[in-house]
């Protein structure tokens, strides 16, 4: 059985604090669970939770991954930008140009996300969370899109981009010019198996896919790396 996107993790040197900036920007509801599981859920079943995991790891520069949020109003999007920095995020300079209509922002720990114009096309048929936009080469993202079993939405120009069946949040990866990797990713993966599932053949499906073993993780989770060198986990949930 294929294993599923579960959550996108943030590895966040304050998980609590980043996922009350994360639950009051998105609305979304926090997870009951143990004090080291800190999550929010999204508002359906068919899109993946957030996960705030503990880390000291030094922030070096920007990150391979960020969210675009989408508008659906110049209105909108103002409110958002505004929520945000109630919340704790702040305004952040990555290049880009003023003519540009996305407001580019960083939340409490320094990851950086974008809030869209209103009008965005191509994010018009995905949720509040548009896109997670990623840099990345086109050969990862024919690798996940064959991991997840979601379509291509998008591959042009080496720029490649999938989406659930279900609709939602699409995945992108720009192309090159890739930046090279400096230590462990702040935002990765989480795919999950049902409890019967056998976690060694879905392992054995990646390795095929073309996915690299990084480790073991704390006993229902493997530790791997997908072509371009990032991380993911694979565990069987009960």
Same mark, same amino acid.
């Given at each position: 059985? +294929?294993?599923?996107? *579960?959550?996108? %993790?943030?590895?966040?040197?304050?998980? $609590?604090?980043?996922?009350?900036?994360?639950?009051?920007?998105?609305?979304?509801?926090?997870?009951?669970?143990?004090?080291? /599981?800190?999550?929010?859920?999204?508002?359906?079943?068919?899109? *993946?939770?957030?996960?705030?995991?503990?880390?000291? =790891?030094?922030?070096?520069?920007?990150?391979?991954?960020?969210?675009?949020? @989408?508008?659906?109003?110049?209105?909108? !999007? !103002?409110?958002?930008?505004?929520?945000?920095?109630?919340?704790?995020?702040k305004?952040?300079d990555v290049?880009?140009?003023? =003519?540009?209509g996305?407001?580019?922002?960083?939340?409490?720990?320094?990851?950086?996300? %974008?809030?869209?114009?209103?009008?965005?096309?191509f994010?018009? /048929?995905?949720?509040?969370?548009?896109?997670?936009?990623?840099?990345? +080469? !086109?050969?990862?993202?024919? *690798?996940? $899109?064959?991991?997840?079993?979601w379509?291509?939405?998008?591959? !042009?120009?080496?720029? +490649?981009?999938?989406?659930?069946?279900?609709?939602? @949040?699409?995945? @992108?990866?720009?192309?090159?010019?890739?930046?090279?990797? @400096?230590?462990?990713?702040?935002?990765?993966?989480?795919?999950?198996?049902?409890?019967?599932? /056998?976690? =060694?053949?879905?392992?054995?499906?990646l390795? $095929?896919?073309?996915?690299?073993?990084?480790?073991?993780?704390?006993?229902?989770?493997?530790?791997?790396? /997908?072509?371009?060198?990032?991380? *993911?986990?694979?565990?069987?949930?009960?």
């Amino acid at each position: 059985m +294929t294993s599923q996107l *579960f959550a996108i %993790c943030f590895n966040a040197t304050r998980p $609590s604090d980043l996922a009350r900036f994360w639950s009051g920007v998105l609305g979304w509801e926090p997870a009951g669970g143990p004090d080291d /599981d800190v999550a929010i859920l999204p508002p359906d079943s068919t899109g *993946f939770r957030i996960r705030f995991l503990p880390s000291q =790891e030094p922030k070096t520069g920007q990150n391979r991954a960020h969210f675009d949020l @989408t508008s659906a109003s110049p209105e909108g !999007q !103002q409110q958002t930008v505004a929520r945000a920095l109630e919340f704790g995020g702040k305004h952040i300079d990555v290049g880009q140009r003023p =003519e540009e209509g996305h407001v580019v922002l960083a939340d409490p720990d320094g990851n950086e996300f %974008c809030v869209i114009e209103a009008g965005n096309k191509f994010l018009a /048929d995905t949720g509040f969370i548009g896109a997670l936009a990623c840099d990345g +080469t !086109q050969e990862v993202g024919y *690798f996940w $899109s064959k991991a997840l079993q979601w379509p291509l939405v998008w591959d !042009q120009d080496q720029e +490649t981009a999938i989406q659930s069946p279900d609709g939602g @949040t699409k995945i @992108t990866w720009g192309g090159p010019p890739v930046a090279p990797k @400096t230590g462990p990713n702040r935002l990765r993966f989480e795919l999950a198996l049902p409890a019967d599932a /056998d976690q =060694e053949a879905e392992v054995d499906r990646l390795l $095929s896919l073309g996915a690299t073993r990084a480790g073991t993780g704390d006993g229902s989770q493997v530790l791997m790396l /997908d072509p371009d060198g990032n991380e *993911f986990s694979v565990r069987t949930h009960r």
